[in-house]
């Protein structure tokens, strides 16, 4: 159940609010008006709260939940305890995630800059932006209105980022532009240098990293990511895409719309990434390569050609799932045959 300390509640909603924000089918008039304040897992939810079902593992929980009421598929209302209320959706995690946002909204900013905080003149804050203790915001900076730059963060010349951006402690950013609405956790790096060198045995020389980061509206980035400027090229990161902690983004990688890269997963420079393919987690990507709209990369798989558009991928080196559980089977087979001959 959230802690209040950390996540405090906004005011009750009732299950018809809800519904209808969620687009789920609205409740029975004689609970409608019911008002919901929290959230729970099914095990843990009590007659307040709010809970969801949306994988066939936890039909268990849902048989013996105190929820006060679940949002759910329609084939699985039966399955309902007495008195907790049904709220059926066609995606009830979709549902679900937009009834606890309605529920938890994060914090408005506060509009100010701390007093310990380093604003350059030449900057330009929007109305309502928050600038927290010990930020460094340089010459020239654009900050779009009630955006919330965190505490130890620092932005370099010339960056801009957009309107209600919330930029997490700890992160540096520099020669890179942000939409509206992009969440950067803590640790992120935008913009530093990518790893170019011409290589020799008289020494590897370093060679000027001349590119800009574009990142589009509404991209949520996790911590520790990096994401190295563009050799000459820019680095992109389309809109509404989704990247978690720890991952390395190369210069000159482009992400198409709404891609999603779990983590620890390594973009090396030049690659190019279609609207919505999914990297698993420790996915190693070459340079160079393309990887189409729609495609999916297993964890752990090792990229080193191109991907078609829509093709699910997985191994080292990545191939279609069906060839590399094929040759997975091939080879347990004839380990087995080796063991049995001995």
Request: hydrophobic content about 45%; glycine content about 14%; charged content about 20%.
């Amino acid at each position: 159940m959230p802690d209040p300390r950390f996540f405090p509640p906004g005011p009750p909603l009732s299950l018809g609010e809800l519904a209808a924000l969620a687009g789920c089918e609205a409740p029975p008039a004689e609970v409608a008006e019911r008002r919901f304040g929290s959230v729970a897992p099914l095990d843990q939810a009590g007659p307040d709260d709010l809970s969801f079902l949306d994988n066939a593992k936890y039909r268990a929980a849902l048989a013996t939940t105190r929820a006060g009421a679940v949002v759910l598929k329609a084939e699985e209302a039966e399955r309902l305890p007495q008195g907790c209320v049904g709220l059926v959706a066609a995606d009830p995690y979709r549902a679900y995630a937009r009834m606890a946002a309605a529920l938890f909204p994060p914090p408005a900013p506060h509009p100010g800059v701390d007093a310990s905080a380093v604003v350059d003149p030449t900057a330009r804050l929007g109305e309502g932006v928050e600038v927290g203790p010990l930020a460094v915001i340089g010459p020239e900076v654009e900050i779009g209105p009630h955006s919330r730059i965190g505490a130890g963060t620092v932005i370099a010349r010339g960056v801009v980022i957009g309107a209600a951006c919330r930029i997490g402690p700890q992160v540096t950013l520099m020669a890179c532009r942000l939409g509206d609405k992009v969440v950067l956790h803590p640790g992120v790096r935008i913009g530093q240098d990518g790893f170019g060198f011409a290589m020799s045995a008289e020494g590897h020389l370093a060679v000027p990293q001349l590119g800009r980061v574009l990142v589009g509206d509404d991209v949520e980035i996790g911590a520790n990511t990096t994401i190295d400027r563009g050799s000459g090229p820019d680095t992109v990161i389309g809109p509404g895409c989704r990247i978690d902690n720890l991952v390395q983004i190369g210069h000159n990688v482009s992400l198409g719309r709404g891609c999603v890269v779990v983590a620890q997963v390594g973009l090396s420079g030049s690659t190019r990434v279609g609207d919505f393919a999914v990297l698993g987690g420790q996915v190693g990507v070459a340079g160079h390569l393309s990887i189409g709209a729609g495609a999916q990369v297993a964890a752990q798989s090792g990229v080193m050609a191109d991907i078609p558009p829509g093709v699910r991928v997985g191994g080292f080196p990545a191939q279609p799932l069906k060839e590399m559980w094929r040759q997975i089977a091939v080879l347990k087979r004839l380990a087995r045959g080796s063991r049995d001959s001995t």
